[in-house]
């Protein structure tokens, strides 16, 4: 049995796991590690901790599996996005810790790029709106804080790399200094429609051609690990941000095609096909995962809190004593009787983008309960996803007739059949919801042979259920009549 090794390095954990030949789990591991918050609203990891962890998951996951590295065939990486590391060529060495992408240090940089309008050349070229999320103003605050590095980066000899280039680099022995397409599009250097780094943003941001990876499509032979690595040469076959592997997981291959991962915030994913769509309600234009030397474009909006907000019942206001039972307790009641949960803790994203707008409340009467505010918060989360659905649907000019879902939040079923009924299309949930580290499975065992076509991979995972819209139009508008006021409240606007 020849197995696919697939290493998914996240934001607060790493995890390896070992798919067979029907891209069945047969094993897996994962290990959280370190998260550094040295002054308010800044995040780093210690590379050695990303690192370690990574490589630390990957022997417990084939015991588990019951096999040795000697049964893999092939590895795909998939990864957290935009978090920046920077290291020395000569030794290898970081030269400060990675900056997370949740790392705010570089937004008054990124207000003053807007006010001298330079938003607009960053999102004709990169499809991105100039934050401090993406990797471009991340490296440009190293390269001028971190003692020695505009020397180094002078004399060419410092290397930036988003988490995947990082750990190809210290599997391969400093061998490939590559990214991909989709990991390269969210550093805010990359010109999405040239398909190369942009040498005006790079001048933009003082930052060095050498500083920077070779980027091929997500499915690709990278090259092999070292083998005193992992004790065998392994062949790493693809490479693909978090995101866009789990779209790929979902064959979201077609235009018009989307997938949400409801996890702590929620990532909606649009195939757009061969068109860069270029949004008027702020989502972000990107691309998709694929074997392809022009891969797709996608479209992408993101609900910030998501499954959070169930941490928040649980947590702060102590009214569900774990996330599983918010789908009990809000079957409890029939409706949650014109109660709203405004989850915006930290603003509003697409389509409002109110950084102002703050959580709320609002419609309790002297009868509202515990029930009421449980339901209200699931279904503060499915209002936000239908926002940002029509967003898409408006902006690429398709009416979308069915979401496929995954993510740790897709488990309850109270919150894919309300949204079912938000949105009036079918909700698609897979058997296996962990698809970040199945689509980078299924790109590498593509690239690698192990797999013929597309085909053979659509029985893979089917669909465990189907989540069918069961209200009547009036009913729906109403509701959403209802949802928006609370969203104007948060906002400060009722
Ligand atoms: P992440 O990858 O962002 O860490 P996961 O995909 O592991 O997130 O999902 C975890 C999130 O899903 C948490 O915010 C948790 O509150 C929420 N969650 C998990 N199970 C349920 C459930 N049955 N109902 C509602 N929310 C859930």
């Known amino acids: 049995m020849k197995y696919i090794l697939a290493l998914d390095q996240g934001t607060t954990s ?5 798919f067979d030949r ?21 995040v780093e990891h210690d590379p050695k901790d990303i690192l370690g962890s990574q490589l630390g998951v990957i022997a417990e996951a084939l015991v588990r599996a019951g096999a040795s590295i000697t049964d893999v065939e092939a590895m795909g990486i998939t990864n957290q996005r935009e978090t920046t590391l920077v290291w020395d060529a000569q030794t290898g060495k970081p030269i400060c810790n990675a900056i997370v992408w949740q790392c705010r240090r570089t937004a008054g940089y990124c207000d003053e790029l807007r006010q001298k309008g ?5 999102y004709l070229k990169t499809g991105l709106v100039a934050d401090a999320y993406f990797s471009a103003t991340k490296i440009q605050w190293i390269l001028q804080n971190v003692e020695g590095a ?17 750990l190809l680099y210290n599997l391969s022995g400093g061998k490939i200094y590559a990214t991909d397409y989709t990991n390269a599009a969210r550093t805010m250097l990359f010109n999405i429609h040239t398909l190369k780094w942009d040498d005006e943003l790079l001048s933009l941001f003082g930052i060095p051609r050498s500083m920077l990876p070779e980027v091929y499509p997500s499915g690709y032979m990278y090259g092999s690990t070292l083998s005193t690595v992992l004790g065998k040469s392994i062949p790493v076959c693809s490479v693909a941000g978090d995101q866009q592997a789990a779209l790929f997981c979902q064959l979201c291959l077609e235009k018009g095609q989307i997938k949400n991962t409801y996890g702590t915030g ?30 797709d474009y996608v479209l992408e909006g993101s609900v910030f809190v998501g499954g959070a907000a169930v941490q928040w019942l649980r947590d702060e206001l102590g009214l569900i004593s774990s996330a599983a039972k918010s789908e009990e307790v809000a079957l409890s009641v029939p409706s949650s009787q014109g109660v709203y949960v405004v989850p915006a803790f930290t603003g509003l994203g697409a389509p409002y983008w109110d950084a102002k ?3 709320a409340i609002v419609g309790l009467t002297r009868g509202s309960g515990r029930a009421h505010i449980v339901r209200a918060a699931l279904e503060g989360i499915a209002y936000q996803v239908a926002d940002i659905v029509r967003a898409m649907e408006l902006d690429a000019g398709v009416r979308v007739n069915a979401l496929r879902v995954d993510g740790g939040a897709s488990a309850n079923d109270f919150l894919l059949s309300f949204q079912a009924d938000i949105l009036n299309c079918n909700v698609l949930r897979p058997r296996v919801v962990e698809s970040t580290a199945l689509g980078a499975a299924y790109l590498a065992g593509l ?42 409240a948060a906002r400060g606007k009722a």
């Not at 330079?118 to 960053?122: S, T």
């Open 14 to 18: 790493s995890r390896a796991i070992v």
């Open 22 to 42: 029907n891209g069945n789990i047969a094993g897996k591991a994962q290990q959280e590690f370190r998260q550094i918050y040295p002054a308010p609203g800044w």
């Open 118 to 122: 330079y938003d607009k050349l960053i």
């Open 150 to 166: 505009a020397s180094l980066a002078k004399s060419g000899r410092l290397r930036f790399g988003t988490v995947d280039t990082y």
């Open 266 to 295: 929620c990532f909606l994913l649009m195939n757009t096909g061969g068109e860069a769509v270029e949004s008027k309600n702020g989502l972000i234009t990107s691309l998709a995962a694929g074997l392809s030397e022009r891969p």
């Open 357 to 359: 707008a703050r959580g």
């Open 447 to 488: 690239t690698c042979g192990m797999w013929e076509d597309i085909d053979e991979l659509s029985s893979f995972n089917p669909v465990g259920r189907t989540f069918t819209p069961s209200i009547s139009h009036d009913e729906r508008q109403k509701l959403l009549k209802g949802w928006h006021a609370a969203v104007a």
